[in-house]
Structure formats: structure tokens, C-alpha cells
């Protein structure tokens, strides 16, 4: 069975940072892009940044440009997210997710395009 759980999220100050971790399970995707999106309550989930199969390359969101970096470890089937200097407007949960295509050189910015989904984690930042 396939997992993925997000860990990493919680309260934190405006200009502070947090670095969330999604490590999946039952099965490897060392060969497909991975992604966060986020959800703000009453809003639309929506594209956060992504990271090629193989680390190569790296979207960002316009809004978290600059703030945010994604990361990945196939070795250990993990994908990670810093997040620095945080605004309030950050607050959200947070998902990780696997894209759809197989060793896509650029990977899609909307939730249909990813399959596995994980559970979400928590992250408030409060000014």
C-alpha cells in the first residue's frame, strides 16, 4: 500500500522557518517528480513548488520564490521542504504528492496532475 506521510508542520512566528519532510512508502519514486501544495482554509488547494525525478530542477509558486526550497533524498524515499521567512500568509496545510508522469522533465503545477497524495500537515505562522 502506498503512503505518504507529511511531518515537519506547526506554529511558528512570522520570519520564522520550518523544514517539512514527506517520506513515502510501499512502493519508490526515485523515477517521478514530487510536489507540495498547500490549502488555506476556504480557499482552493494550490501549487506550491516541485522537484524533477531526479533533483535536476525546481518550480517555485511566485509567492514562495525566493522563501522556500525543495529538496529531495531518493536513497531514502523523502522529499523536504524549508521554509524561511514565514508570513502569516503561509498558514495552511500542507500536502506532498506524486506527479503523474514518469521522469517528467516539467512537472505540472495542478493537483490533477499528481496521483499518491499524503495526509496533509499543519504549519501557522502568527504575526
Known amino acids: 500500500q502506498v503512503r505518504l506521510v507529511e511531518s515537519g508542520g506547526g506554529l511558528v512566528q512570522a520570519g520564522g522557518s520550518l523544514r517539512l519532510s514527506c517520506a513515502a512508502s510501499?512502493?519508490?519514486?526515485?523515477?517521478?517528480?514530487m510536489g507540495w501544495f498547500r490549502q488555506a482554509p476556504g480557499k482552493e488547494r494550490e501549487f506550491v513548488t516541485t522537484?524533477?525525478?531526479?533533483?535536476?530542477?525546481?518550480y517555485y509558486a511566485d509567492s514562495v520564490k525566493g522563501r522556500f526550497t525543495i529538496s529531495r533524498d531518493n536513497a531514502k524515499n523523502t522529499v523536504y521542504l524549508q521554509m524561511n521567512s514565514l508570513k502569516p500568509d503561509d498558514t495552511a496545510i500542507y500536502y506532498c504528492?506524486?506527479?503523474?508522469?514518469?521522469?517528467?522533465?516539467?512537472?505540472?503545477?495542478?493537483?490533477?496532475?499528481?496521483?499518491?497524495w499524503g495526509q496533509g500537515t499543519q504549519v501557522t505562522v502568527s504575526s
Open positions: 510501499g512502493r519508490t519514486f526515485s523515477s517521478y517528480a
Open positions: 504528492a506524486v506527479e503523474r508522469t514518469q521522469y517528467a522533465r516539467t512537472p505540472r503545477r495542478i493537483t490533477a496532475g499528481y496521483d499518491y
Open positions: 522537484i524533477t525525478w531526479d533533483g535536476g530542477s525546481t
